[in-house]
């Protein structure tokens, strides 16, 4: 008898989980640990810039003292 077209489309057979997660791993962990790499780098590469920033900016203005803006008056209703 001819297997009809949902045994063509779908694998009857069960893979167990520990056999799928076996086979999975290794590529996704590869993947996975090379973008956190990479994702660190990029981390520290923009705060390197940033503090760099903040100290360009803190040479060039001397701190200066602002005022307190004033308080608001109640108005009568």
């Known amino acids: 008898m001819p ?3 949902k045994d063509n489309l779908f694998n009857p057979e ?5 056999e799928k997660a076996a086979a999975d791993n290794p590529p996704f962990r590869a993947i996975a ?5 990479a ?3 990029k981390t520290a590469h923009l705060k390197e810039l940033r503090l760099q920033k903040e100290a360009e900016e ?3 203005e001397p701190a200066q003292k602002t005022k307190a803006a ?3 008056r109640a108005t009568k209703r």
């Open 3 to 5: 297997k009809s077209g």
């Open 14 to 18: 069960k893979i167990a989980k520990r």
């Open 33 to 37: 640990s090379e973008e956190m790499a």
């Open 39 to 41: 994702r660190l780098k």
């Open 58 to 60: 803190a040479l060039l």
């Open 70 to 72: 004033p308080a608001k």
